[in-house]
């Protein structure tokens, strides 16, 4: 595949317009605003930092990395195994959910895009039932041959991205305030991916207290915006 469709690709898959209703979970983000604990630009800034190097960057990057590997060397088991891993990590009801709704539409979406490409991943998927979404994201990535660097960058860029348009909405803050996020966020990816790269599995880590803490609650939060 030549590096400007390699490029198109990653563009779509790293794509607010991506259906899989990303926009409408906030990974315990509004219960954070609720309680205090992000109330302005700053404190927004640090809890998605801090969970995006501890929690993102050290779990889900490694695992997607670990994905496409597995992927490229059609590896059933492997991608099966890191599937239900995945599954059993999601702290709370609404995470799960979160990750299996996300998973089904990429499921369906794959079916939709109608590329001959697809078709090994699209097989694998619907033998796994129960979908996580970094398998069939990493899936797709894998069989449109996007170098794992690169992919890892657009996978942790659009987490934070949503993070932050989560923020704008709950805080809420201003579209410059959005922007000096996403940069800020942005300068720190590139060495998060790379580290994600050489983290062995004994070394993934997801031990974030207060981003459980925070999805649990969520759950009972009176009034919101987000289905997480």
Request: aromatic share 8%.
């Amino acid at each position: 595949m030549p590096p400007a469709l390699q490029l198109a690709r990653l563009l779509q898959l790293a794509s607010p317009a991506l259906p899989v209703g990303a926009y409408t979970y906030s990974q315990g983000l509004e219960w954070a605003v609720e309680a205090g604990v992000i109330r302005d630009e700053a404190s927004a800034g640090r809890w998605i930092a801090d969970l995006l190097a501890h929690g993102i960057g050290r779990y889900e990057a490694p695992l997607v990395f670990a994905l496409m590997n597995a992927w490229t060397a059609a590896n059933n088991a492997e991608i099966a195994r890191l599937n239900a891993e995945f599954l059993a990590s999601r702290e709370s009801a609404e995470l799960r959910a979160e990750t299996a709704q996300m998973g089904f539409s990429l499921h369906r979406l794959v079916r939709d895009l109608r590329d001959p490409g697809l078709s090994t991943v699209e097989e694998t998927l619907a033998g796994l039932g129960e979908l996580a979404f970094p398998t069939g994201w990493s899936g797709i990535a894998a069989a449109w041959k996007i170098e794992p660097s690169a992919a890892l960058t657009a996978y942790l860029w659009s987490w934070a991205e949503n993070q932050v348009m989560a923020a704008l909405k709950a805080v809420p803050l201003g579209q410059a305030s959005g922007q000096r996020l996403l940069a800020e966020l942005g300068g720190r990816i590139p060495d998060i991916a790379v580290d994600a790269l050489k983290l062995p599995e004994s070394e993934w880590s997801n031990f974030t207290p207060a981003f459980a803490i925070a999805c649990a609650r969520h759950e009972t939060q009176y009034s919101r915006l987000f289905r997480s």
